[in-house]
């Protein structure tokens, strides 16, 4: 993916809102959407943050929908077993497959539209966090919460270098690839085999020079953060709050509500 998830977070106008407030809005989406009963409550909740990650946060529709089509195919593939192999009660429909009879039941059908749900405001709440806030600015967060010092640096290494080395991948499978490194099976499994024998050695050269550049740059064992102190504002606390107040009344007034 040519553009990664932190270069939308930087562009984006709501990178700008308090950080603790975009933490408080997700945790309270993660809380209220796995603790429904019903699936009313969770889809509000992934419409309001879909709405704030395209429309406030100036997020590319095409993009965000794209970014959402892997989670959503792998719980679509439990949801549908769901359906077919729990609950009881009334029979929605059946059908026999290769001789093996299989039912939908109103119970089973209500179970599954509730754990989609709940994975798709998940995901929503998740991906307007990645969406809005560069993890720089994450990490300063955890740094804030008194999180051990040497978790966050880890942290911090480990994000910087999947990208270093997703690039280094991309590279020598493109040098492959214009020399037919991959053109039948055979070779495709020497090129692999080359590919991780190659970028092992790469990681560890890159972790020398990693050690060697920090240490030559007076590295105590502690590396700087910055936070940005932002105000919560009056307009952004009364948007909050609203969207608090609704997630809430959905979740008590929809507990015992059916949809089928």
């Known amino acids: 993916m040519t553009n990664i998830l932190d270069d939308y977070a930087l562009m984006s106008p709501l990178r700008h809102i308090n950080n603790w407030l975009k933490l408080a809005i997700v945790f309270f989406g993660l809380l ?7 699936p009313i409550a969770p889809l509000f909740i992934a419409l309001c943050m879909s709405f704030a990650t395209v429309v406030l946060g100036r997020t590319p529709l095409k993009f965000y929908l794209k970014l959402l089509l892997a989670p959503a195919g792998f719980a679509l593939t439990g949801v549908i077993i769901i359906a ?3 609950g009881s009660g009334q029979e929605l ?6 001789g093996y009879p299989l039912a939908v039941t109103a119970d089973g059908l209500e179970l599954a539209l509730l754990v989609l749900s709940r994975s798709l405001s998940g995901m929503c709440c998740l991906y307007f966090l990645a969406l809005t806030t ?21 942290s911090m290494l480990i994000y910087r270098y999947i990208f270093v080395f997703l690039d280094m991948v991309l590279c020598i499978k493109y040098a492959q690839t214009v020399r037919l490194g991959y053109s039948n099976f055979r070779r495709s499994l020497n090129s692999i085999a080359m590919l991780g024998s190659t ?11 990693l050690f060697l550049a920090m240490n030559s740059r007076c590295y105590d064992g502690k590396m ?15 948007l909050t709050s609203a969207y608090f107040l609704s997630a809430l009344a959905l979740f008590y007034f929809t507990k015992n509500i059916s949809i089928i």
């Open 32 to 38: 209220v959407g796995v603790s429904s009963t019903s």
């Open 84 to 86: 077919f192999f729990s």
């Open 93 to 98: 429909f059946s059908f026999k497959l290769a």
């Open 134 to 154: 560069p993890m720089i600015e994450l990490f300063a967060v955890l740094r804030a919460s008194r999180l051990p010092e040497s978790l966050i640096e880890l």
């Open 199 to 209: 970028l092992f050695i790469r990681s560890w050269e890159q972790g020398d020079k």
């Open 224 to 238: 700087t953060l910055f936070e940005a102190h932002r105000p919560v504002r009056a307009a952004e606390l009364l």
